[in-house]
């Protein structure tokens, strides 16, 4: 059963959303060449402390880490590190963040330096994938409204969806019913309701969808190798329709 929240709770997600966005406002400068993830992720770890707010993440299922930080072909959960990053890589910083009790999650996808024109263009398909998915977060809605809207702009334009990893309600835990996958059939699944709150967050790959898992058991990669783009936003389903919270 999906969590409906009050307009007031909503209110409270928004707070940690405001911080959220400004960090990742903040780290389009921090990301350079010569940079290590290591480094972003004590920065960010920072910057939320500074604001009053903590790292969500960090010790949710033994995950050591403020960000997921993952580079080029790995698909989420990437571990900081001593990687220095260089111009050409990719790299999606995922965190969610708490501010009084209340969650807000959000991964952005970041270009190092000059990047090819082909990962270019599966950084813009991969965020307007995410917006098409977060227009169809409207009452009476289904999800599979949602997953459609996604898989059929992002194989259309020649990528392929991750299937293994897919959005989820929030509010005040990371992960609420219901889970949303980021592709399906229009008219299937849960009925989208006022007060619902959920992460949108495509995955698209430039070869295959597949993906496999490191040994440290979170790092998921594409089995072929292959780039991997994210873009989320935490929303609110509103009559008025769906307001993204971490905007």
Same mark, same amino acid.
């Given at each position: 059963m999906a969590m409906v929240k009050t307009p007031e709770q909503i209110d409270r997600?928004?707070? %940690?959303?405001?911080?959220?966005?400004? +960090? #990742?406002?903040?780290?389009?400068s921090v990301i350079q060449p010569g940079i290590t993830t290591s480094e972003i992720d004590q920065f960010v770890e920072q910057f939320l402390e500074e604001r009053g707010a903590t790292p969500e993440q960090k010790g949710y299922q033994g995950y050591p880490?403020?960000?997921? %930080?993952?580079?080029?072909?790995?698909? +989420? #959960?990437?571990?900081?590190?001593?990687?220095?990053?260089?111009?050409g890589d990719i790299v999606k910083i995922d965190m969610v963040v708490n501010r009084n009790g209340?969650?807000?999650?959000s991964a952005w996808c970041y270009a190092v330096g000059e990047i090819s024109d082909e990962a270019q263009r599966l950084l813009d398909v991969t965020k307007k994938a995410l917006?098409?998915?977060?227009?169809?977060?409207?009452?009476?809605?289904?999800l599979g409204d949602i997953g459609h809207a996604i898989q059929s702009y992002a194989e259309r334009e020649g990528f392929s969806v991750v299937r293994d990893f897919a959005g989820h309600g929030i509010g005040r835990k990371i992960h609420e019913q219901p889970i949303i996958p980021h592709y399906g059939r229009p008219g299937t699944g849960m009925i989208l309701r006022e007060g619902m709150c959920l992460t949108i967050e495509p995955m698209l790959n430039l070869g295959t969808y597949k993906a496999k898992i490191d040994s440290d058991g979170w790092t998921a990669r594409t089995l072929d190798g292959k780039l991997?783009?994210?873009?989320?936003?935490?929303?609110?389903?509103?009559?008025?329709?769906?307001?993204?919270?971490?905007?």
């Open positions: 997600m928004r707070e %940690a959303g405001a911080i959220l966005a400004a +960090c #990742h406002e903040a780290l389009a880490y403020a960000t997921c %930080a993952s580079v080029n072909d790995v698909i +989420c #959960h990437g571990f900081p590190s001593a990687y220095e990053l260089k111009s209340w969650l807000a999650d917006f098409l998915g977060i227009e169809q977060a409207i009452p009476g809605h289904h991997s783009a994210q873009y989320e936003h935490t929303i609110a389903i509103t009559k008025e329709g769906p307001i993204i919270l971490t905007a």
